[in-house]
C-alpha cells in the first residue's frame, strides 16, 4: 500500500543554478536547464552523497564527521522571496544573492512543506525535503553587497520563509518552465517533545 500521498497541489521550475565553488562565492549561477543525478545537480558543489557534517547536526555529530548528503539542493520559492523582499524594503531578493539550486512558483508555504514530501518534476525526476533551511549570515553578506545597509534586516526578514534542502532520489533533467507536483507522507504530530524541539535553528 503506498505511503506517499500525490497532492493536487503544482508549481512551476522558476529559477535553475548551481554554485560553483563556494570558497569562491555564496552565488549561484542561472541555468536554463540542470542535470538531477542521485549526487544533486550536476556542477553543485554542495552535491555528492556524503558531506562533512555541519552546523545544520552539531548536536548529532562532531564538526566534519563524514555523513550521508541530504543537503545536496537548496529549495526556495517565488512567493517567500517576495515577502522577504517586502519585509526588508527591497524590490525584489534575486536567488542567486541566496545561493539558490531551485526556485519554485505555485506552491504555496514551501517552506512549510513537512521533511520526507516529494518534488515530483515533468521528467519524472525527484527531489526528497530533508528539512527546513534556517536563515544565516552569508545570504545577508551578499545582499550586503548589493544594497548597502539592508543585509542585516535578512535573517528577520527570511524566518519560516528561507526554504528548504534537498536530496535527488530519482535522477533526471530539469529545465526552467517544468511542472512539479507535491506528494506528501503522513502528517501527524509527535506528542512527546518539548516545544522548542520544533523551532528552527540557525543553518548557513
Given at each position: ?5 500525490p497532492?493536487?497541489?503544482a ?22 536547464a ?10 553543485e ?31 526556495l ?26 526556485v ?32 544565516c ?45 507535491l ?10 517533545l518539548?516545544?522548542q ?8
Amino acid at each position: 500500500m503506498p505511503i506517499l500521498s500525490p497532492t493536487s497541489i503544482a508549481g512551476r521550475v522558476a529559477f535553475l543554478g548551481v554554485v560553483r565553488d563556494r570558497r569562491v562565492t555564496l552565488r549561484s549561477e542561472p541555468l536554463t536547464a540542470v542535470e538531477a543525478t542521485f549526487e544533486g545537480f550536476a556542477g553543485e558543489c554542495h552535491g555528492g552523497l556524503t558531506r562533512p557534517s555541519c552546523s545544520r547536526v552539531a548536536a548529532q555529530y562532531p564538526k566534519g564527521t563524514e555523513i550521508r548528503n541530504a543537503r545536496q539542493v537548496s529549495i526556495l520559492s517565488v512567493e517567500e522571496l517576495a515577502d522577504i523582499a517586502a519585509r526588508m524594503g527591497l524590490e525584489a531578493l534575486r536567488p542567486e544573492w541566496l545561493g539558490a539550486n531551485l526556485v519554485l512558483e505555485g506552491i504555496p508555504d514551501l517552506t512549510l512543506l513537512p521533511p520526507s514530501s516529494r518534488l515530483i518534476f515533468a521528467s519524472g525526476a525527484s527531489i526528497v525535503v530533508d528539512m527546513e533551511n534556517g536563515p544565516c549570515q552569508f545570504p545577508a553578506q551578499e545582499i550586503e553587497r548589493e544594497r548597502p545597509g539592508k543585509g542585516k534586516g535578512f535573517k528577520p526578514a527570511a524566518e519560516g520563509r528561507r526554504g528548504l534542502v534537498g536530496w535527488v532520489e530519482r535522477p533526471g533533467p530539469i529545465a526552467l518552465g517544468d511542472e512539479v507536483r507535491l506528494h506528501v507522507p503522513p502528517l501527524r504530530l509527535y506528542p512527546h517533545l518539548p516545544a522548542q524541539a520544533g523551532a528552527a535553528a540557525d543553518q548557513p
